[in-house]
């Protein structure tokens, strides 16, 4: 599952990236100077990072395939709508073992989906301070990833998917265990030295 997941966003990380310095470096160019990928190595990463969450979030499946010899794109749609406005509803059903949608959860069911949806939100607690300098205070990390977070689960509703308040909680803590993360490694001094030179 989760080398599945990584190879799925893989594809939409690169063609961002691609995409990106490709831009930055004809931007650059027109103004006389230099990219220096050291520079752009975070905006990069969080850029990639962003994309590939969306990707798997409310982006649709893409299909690419070639048919008589000509190229076909298929889009496919998730069609499991659901929605649950009930705080912590979703996550007692988790730890209880069922849930309406997938009926009695399995361990991996549940596993991916309480410590999914913290995990994918973990790198954004830690890019976000360190691209976002003045936006670096507890609050604007919070309120920033809160919001990218409704974002998400308002979407999903219009694109067919489950839309639950507990995945945007379980979202915010994922944020607040990136920010503790950001916090220990820049008082280790391990992103202090290296932001300080290209940002």
């Given at each position: 599952m989760i080398a599945s997941y990584i190879s799925s966003t893989l594809s939409y990380a690169v063609v961002f990236s691609c995409i990106y310095i490709i831009a930055k470096i004809i931007y650059l160019k027109c103004n006389n100077k230099r990219f220096v990928i050291k520079s752009e190595l975070p905006y990069i990463i969080f850029g990639a990072y962003i994309v590939a969450l969306l990707s798997q979030t409310i982006i649709h499946i893409w299909n690419v395939f070639f048919i008589n010899g000509k190229?076909?794109?298929?889009?496919?749609?998730?069609?499991?709508?659901?929605?649950?406005?009930?705080?912590?509803?979703?996550?007692?059903?988790?730890?209880?073992?069922?849930?309406?949608?997938?009926?009695?959860?399995?361990?991996?069911?549940?596993?991916?989906?309480?410590?999914?949806?913290?995990?994918?939100?973990?790198?954004?607690?830690?890019?976000?301070?360190?691209?976002?300098?003045?936006?670096?205070?507890?609050?604007?990390?919070?309120?920033?990833?809160?919001?990218?977070?409704?974002?998400?689960e308002c979407m999903q509703f219009f694109v067919e998917r489950s839309t639950d308040i507990d995945d945007?909680?379980?979202?915010?803590?994922?944020?607040?265990?990136g920010y503790i993360c950001y916090k220990y490694l820049n008082k280790l001094h391990c992103l202090t030295s290296y932001t300080d030179n290209i940002l």
């Amino acid at each position: 599952m989760i080398a599945s997941y990584i190879s799925s966003t893989l594809s939409y990380a690169v063609v961002f990236s691609c995409i990106y310095i490709i831009a930055k470096i004809i931007y650059l160019k027109c103004n006389n100077k230099r990219f220096v990928i050291k520079s752009e190595l975070p905006y990069i990463i969080f850029g990639a990072y962003i994309v590939a969450l969306l990707s798997q979030t409310i982006i649709h499946i893409w299909n690419v395939f070639f048919i008589n010899g000509k190229l076909s794109i298929e889009i496919s749609t998730y069609n499991s709508r659901s929605l649950n406005l009930i705080p912590f509803k979703t996550i007692l059903d988790y730890l209880n073992g069922s849930n309406d949608f997938y009926g009695n959860a399995n361990i991996v069911v549940r596993i991916v989906n309480l410590a999914g949806n913290i995990c994918l939100f973990i790198p954004f607690g830690i890019l976000f301070p360190i691209v976002f300098k003045k936006f670096s205070k507890f609050c604007h990390i919070m309120l920033f990833g809160l919001a990218l977070s409704v974002f998400i689960e308002c979407m999903q509703f219009f694109v067919e998917r489950s839309t639950d308040i507990d995945d945007v909680i379980l979202n915010c803590i994922g944020v607040f265990c990136g920010y503790i993360c950001y916090k220990y490694l820049n008082k280790l001094h391990c992103l202090t030295s290296y932001t300080d030179n290209i940002l």
